[in-house]
């Protein structure tokens, strides 16, 4: 008798995700990349304000492969460079995880801590 997969667990089951998984997992949501593609558009992204070394990367990407959220591609240019893409399951959780700080965001608004939301974000927010 074939064995059946294991279920998926519930995407929510994984949040919140730290910083960096987030990131990983925003990076990797418009294209493969290998490690180093993926380091440089983190902090460029966040500004600088987050910067993964080697070893905070791949040892992120290794338990990111474990949970089913990112795999390895396949792909390559160099014989030293590992490609990696986020799975169907890694967008259901960085969907998850969204909506989990837009509903923060929209609380904290709510409550006054944060500005109301400009127009701009407004219009984004209904992308």
Partial sequence: ??????????????????????SI?????????????????VAE?????????????YGSLDRMIRAALVEESGLSDDERRRYYRITRFGRKVLGAEMARLTHALKSARRRGILPAETPHEAAWMKK
């Avoid at 997992?25 to 558009?41: D, N, W």
């Fill in 25 to 41: 997992l925003l990076s990797l949501s418009s294209a493969e990349k290998h490690g180093y593609a993926i380091m440089k558009e």
């Fill in 1 to 22: 008798m074939p064995r059946k997969a294991p279920a998926e667990p519930p995407p929510d089951s994984l949040l919140p995700l730290s910083p960096v998984v987030f």
């Fill in 45 to 57: 992204a966040e500004g600088g304000s987050l910067r993964m070394g080697p070893g905070t990367l």
